[in-house]
C-alpha cells in the first residue's frame, strides 16, 4: 500500500482517474512521516484529509518544516527519499488546484 495524493471528481466525488502524486509507501509514512507529523502538529499533511485551494499556502509552509524536520532527523536513502517527495509535493500541489472548488485527497 501506498499514500498518495488524489484529485477528486467534483461530479460523483470519485477520484479522478490517472490523477496521483504519491507521498510514501504506508510502512516508511508509519515510521517516518507519522513521527513528523505528531511531533510539529501537522495538520494538513495526514492519511485521510481533504485538501482545499484555501489551505495551500499554510500546507506548503507545514511541507517546509517537515523538509527541515527530515534533513535534521534521517540519513541517507531514508532522507532522500523522503525529501525528494516532500519536494514533488511542494511542486505539485499548487498547479493541482485546477478550479476554485478543487478538492485534494490524502490516502
Given at each position: 500500500?501506498?499514500?498518495?495524493?488524489?484529485?477528486?471528481?467534483?461530479?460523483?466525488?470519485?477520484?479522478?482517474?490517472?490523477?496521483?502524486?504519491?507521498?510514501?509507501?504506508?510502512?516508511?509514512?508509519?515510521k517516518?512521516?507519522?513521527?513528523?507529523?505528531?511531533?510539529?502538529?501537522?495538520?494538513?499533511?495526514q492519511?485521510?484529509?481533504?485538501?482545499?485551494?484555501?489551505?495551500?499556502?499554510?500546507?506548503?509552509?507545514?511541507?517546509k518544516?517537515?523538509?527541515?524536520?527530515?534533513?535534521?532527523?534521517?540519513?541517507?536513502?531514508?532522507?532522500?527519499?523522503?525529501?525528494?517527495?516532500?519536494?514533488?509535493?511542494?511542486?505539485?500541489?499548487?498547479?493541482?488546484?485546477?478550479?476554485?472548488?478543487?478538492?485534494?485527497?490524502?490516502?
Open positions: 500500500m501506498s499514500v498518495s495524493v488524489y484529485r477528486m471528481n467534483q461530479e460523483d466525488n470519485s477520484f479522478e482517474l490517472g490523477y496521483e502524486i504519491p507521498i510514501s509507501n504506508e510502512e516508511f509514512f508509519t517516518f512521516w507519522q513521527t513528523a507529523i505528531e511531533e510539529l502538529k501537522i495538520n494538513s499533511i492519511n485521510g484529509v481533504e485538501l482545499r485551494k484555501e489551505q495551500l499556502e499554510s500546507t506548503l509552509l507545514e511541507l518544516h517537515l523538509r527541515i524536520w527530515a534533513h535534521a532527523n534521517l540519513e541517507n536513502n531514508d532522507l532522500e527519499y523522503m525529501v525528494t517527495r516532500i519536494d514533488l509535493l511542494i511542486k505539485k500541489l499548487p498547479i493541482s488546484f485546477i478550479t476554485e472548488n478543487t478538492i485534494l485527497w490524502i490516502g
